[in-house]
């Protein structure tokens, strides 16, 4: 919602008043740019409340209502123009006339004065309002602890409806004024926070006053990775809370939905409706792909509803210098990891002083280009110096044969097998970004340093810059040197090279292992993985773009 959309008579739903008198940030995070992530806490939350979400019993209209008369309603839906909210109500009793909201909670009472904090006293107040307004008589209400099985009475007295109505005013304003507040400052209520990944409390105020290291909070296991199928004539079905993948008929495998972040198909590949639908309501991404790898589009549901950032996107999307800003840090960052990348595995005669210097000195270069044109040329040369010297990196055996005889960067199609491997993990690793800039709220489409061009990612490319060397580069430099990946792997044909099938496999295992690698973060000191680390990277180019902080910062391996 931005400030076309919140007028005075626009209801706020009642729960988003609880979050911003718990903290604003989280309310106009969840109601403004609608953005949602589950937890824990938010989980067995909608386990507690599955018996009251389930509509249930009727309220009688006020006047009807008899004071012998006793009844429960549950799931009731109910709102009030003069205030301006709208309410969901997991349970109304009515008993003698009087009818009493009772609001579900998954924990245990807290201890103190009041027995319940201001948060969920407000939320519930507000419902009284909303049927005291529809005529009932409703001098009090309940919280039940579902954790404590206790069920304690708040009234509805004068400083709690005053509290009330100015957070509700105060709500509103928040989100008529189209600025998002600022994120609270070494708090305790971040860590358990749902949407702690999406905030970025402690990773913003280092930014602006590097005082504390970042608690590490935006870290979680990765319990959900992503599903390729690339077997000719496989079909994906949906069975139970499975997928289940056949070929020809044949049993072949079995994936659990609750364990997919990603479904990713390959070719021939048959997926059929229900098993479509059922990913669409989970928000697990299809990623369509040709049967060599190259990234064709994905399916997913509807589009983020985050508007404020796609209109900042487009907005500096147009500001020349703001994308030379922009672009200046996806190259330099990309340099300096090749750069990095050189030093640690050169297998060449002697240490690469002169080139690491050289290498150097193009990063350096990348701050003085005066636009877009000239940094394209400063990366091309800094790619040719790359490239001329990347088989120094790969392992050759004592009889001085060069299995891997790489000459140079070439594609399209790619004409011997580290090229092939190369081109295959750059189609993999823009298929990553490309879902990941979906789900959090970007246009892939519309980029600052690759021009836009019909049908192509320039988003997702200009992003992956940095992570080309430390994640594909990195991929097949191991791969070959570790023996996963023979030069018997390969298809060459027309002057064209491609992995056959097996080698296909064995490679998407190795970007899969690498992406999941967890490293100390070069800026905020936590451990995280690299597929984390993609998301993370894109948050800190919203919060730039919207400006909470002042500079991208790209990730440079140490």
């Given at each position: ?165 100015s957070a509700v005013d ?261 298929r990553s970004w490309t ?16 021009q836009p061009r019909y ?104």
């Amino acid at each position: 919602m931005n400030k076309a959309e919140t007028p005075q008579n626009t209801l706020i739903p009642v729960r988003m008043i609880n979050e911003y008198v718990y903290c604003p940030r989280l309310a106009y995070l969840e109601w403004v740019q609608a953005e949602w992530a589950e937890s824990s806490d938010t989980i067995e939350g909608g386990r507690v409340h599955k018996k009251v979400d389930q509509p249930g019993g009727s309220l009688p209209e006020a006047a009807d209502l008899h004071d012998e008369q006793s009844m429960t309603a549950r799931s009731v839906m109910m709102s009030s123009e003069k205030i301006g909210v709208i309410a969901r109500f997991d349970i109304i009793e009515a008993d003698h006339g009087t009818v009493i909201p009772v609001d579900y909670k998954k924990g245990k009472r807290p201890h103190t004065a009041k027995k319940i904090y201001d948060p969920e006293r407000v939320q519930l107040c507000l419902q009284g309002m909303i049927l005291a307004e529809q005529g009932y008589r409703c001098p009090e209400g309940i919280i039940y602890f579902h954790g404590s099985r206790e069920r304690v009475k708040i009234n509805f007295d004068d400083e709690l409806v005053n509290l009330a109505l100015s957070a509700v005013d105060e709500t509103r304003k928040m989100a008529a004024k189209g600025v998002i507040p600022e994120p609270l400052a070494d708090s305790p209520k971040c860590p358990r926070c749902s949407l702690v990944e999406i905030c970025l409390p402690d990773e913003i105020h280092f930014f602006k006053q590097k005082k504390f290291r970042p608690r590490a909070i935006a870290v979680k296991l990765d319990d959900v990775l992503p599903v390729y199928v690339q077997s000719y004539r496989a079909k994906v079905a949906k069975k139970g809370e499975e997928l289940d993948i056949t070929v020809d008929g044949q049993p072949t495998a079995k994936a659990r939905l609750s364990e997919i972040s990603q479904l990713v198909l390959m070719g021939n590949v048959y997926l059929t409706t229900p098993a479509m639908h059922e990913l669409l309501r989970r928000g697990i991404p299809v990623s369509w792909c040709s049967f060599g790898g190259w990234f064709l589009g994905h399916s997913t549901g509807s589009w983020h509803k985050n508007i404020e950032l796609r209109t900042a996107q487009y907005k500096i999307s147009f500001d020349k210098e703001a994308c030379l800003k922009l672009a200046g840090c996806f190259i330099k960052a990309k340099i300096l990891n090749c750069r990095t990348l050189m030093r640690r595995n050169w297998r060449g005669e002697g240490k690469p002083e002169g080139l690491l210097i050289s290498m150097k000195e193009d990063a350096e270069n990348v701050e003085r280009a005066s636009s877009l044109a000239e940094l394209l040329g400063i990366e091309g040369a800094a790619a040719a110096r790359y490239f001329k010297h990347f088989s120094y990196m790969i392992k050759q055996d004592n009889t001085k044969n060069i299995p891997f005889n790489f000459k140079g960067r070439n594609r399209r199609p790619p004409t011997d097998p580290v090229n092939a491997l190369l081109s295959f993990g750059y189609a993999m690793l823009v298929r990553s970004w490309t879902v990941t800039l979906n789900q959090t709220g970007f246009d892939p489409y519309r980029g600052f340093y690759h021009q836009p061009r019909y049908g192509r990612p320039a988003l997702a490319l200009d992003l992956m810059e940095a992570f080309r060397p430390v994640i594909v580069d990195s991929c097949v430099i191991r791969a070959i040197n570790n023996g996963e990946i023979k030069t018997d792997n390969f298809i060459c044909s027309g002057g064209a090279t491609s992995l056959k099938e097996p080698a296909r496999k064995k490679f998407i295992k190795a970007f899969e292992r690498r992406m999941s690698e967890e490293i100390i973060h070069p800026v905020f000191g936590y451990k995280t993985s690299y597929r984390r680390i993609l998301e993370l990277q894109a948050r800190l180019l919203g919060r730039f773009l919207l400006g909470e902080i002042d500079l991208y910062p790209d990730m440079t391996t140490r």
